[in-house]
């Protein structure tokens, strides 16, 4: 399953499921992709089917190895990866070099464990309002969940998860 990330910063008013669909559809690839996000609706962790979450590789644009499987980044550890693995965005660029996203950090809104946390995820990602606070992890870190507190009106990374494989 590929995690990929949306070609530009966002601050916590966003429509992140629909920029991740729309995104992947402009790049050309035929799977759904969902907002590596907790939101009101669905913990981050239950965001990839069932059935796909314990045998398929994460990997990145180029098929290069981040996680071994989705359950593993949701085990305790903070989603720990390999930092000279990078992450690319849609249209291709490695989102921890590139000047595009001059705060290299990804919103996540969830626990170390991939639960929603209702107080930190910018209203379910609906305001960019300075007062709103939001869960999101610096990628310095080595981690997609690290447990960091930012004001929504903040421009950070967008993750997204190709949600289901399709062969």
């Given amino acids: 399953l590929h995690l990929v990330a949306l070609n530009f910063p966002v601050s916590g008013d966003m429509r992140a499921d629909f920029q991740c669909f729309q995104q992947a559809q402009l790049a050309g690839l035929t799977s759904t992709y969902r907002a590596f996000l907790s939101s009101h609706l669905q ?10 979450r314990y045998h398929l590789p994460i990997v990145n644009l180029k098929g290069e190895i981040l996680f071994n499987n989705w359950e593993s980044i949701f085990n305790g550890n903070g989603g720990q990866f390999n930092i000279h693995v990078p992450i690319y965005s849609f249209d291709g660029r490695n989102i921890m070099t590139d000047p595009s996203w001059p705060q290299k ?6 626990t170390a464990n991939g639960i929603r946390l209702v107080s930190n995820y910018c209203e ?4 960019a309002d300075m007062g709103a606070m939001g869960q999101a992890s610096p990628l310095k870190t080595g981690k997609l969940l690290d447990q960091k507190v930012y004001s929504c009106s903040n421009q950070f990374i967008v993750l997204c998860i190709e949600n289901s494989f399709v062969s």
């Fill in 105 to 110: 950090v990804i919103w996540h809104g969830s």
């Fill in 124 to 127: 379910a990602w609906h305001t």
């Fill in 43 to 52: 913990d981050l962790a239950t965001v990839v089917r069932k059935t796909d």
